[in-house]
């Protein structure tokens, strides 16, 4: 079993920039697919960015595409969010999750199979 626990998030204004960490333990992280999803407030989770195992593949919500890096160090157990260009719409609890289906950058919440607790970023306007 994966436990996950995100770091990272906080109050930044508009504009500015956070790096989100997905740190893994009790297993290795190098043979699953990882992704993060947000739930901002008063609406569902919604899928932000995914990577593959191995790094090759990744997907993104058109709504972050040219904002918003997935990556992961495989040697560190970690995947990473770098957030730039904030938006008051992007204030939400940030979630880190993994997906046995590794080949691929995965973005339904049903393919997920661990979950992390989340870290809020707030970005104020």
């Known amino acids: 079993q994966v436990q996950l626990v995100e770091s990272g998030g906080g109050l930044v204004q508009a504009g500015g920039s956070l790096r989100l960490s997905c740190a893994a333990s009790?297993?290795?992280?190098?043979?699953?697919?990882m992704a993060w999803f947000r739930q901002g407030p008063g609406k569902e989770r919604e899928f932000v960015a995914a990577?593959?195992?191995?790094?090759?593949?990744?997907n993104y919500a058109d709504s972050v595409k040219g904002r918003f890096t997935i990556s992961r160090d495989n040697g560190k157990n970690t995947v990473y969010l770098q957030m730039n260009s904030l938006k008051a719409e992007d204030t939400a609890d940030y979630y880190c999750a993994a997906s046995r289906f590794g080949g691929s950058a995965r973005f339904r919440q049903g393919d997920m199979d661990y979950w992390g607790k989340g870290t809020l970023v707030t970005v104020s306007s």
């Open positions: 990577i593959s195992r191995g790094g090759a593949y990744t």
């Open positions: 009790r297993r290795t992280i190098s043979n699953v697919a």
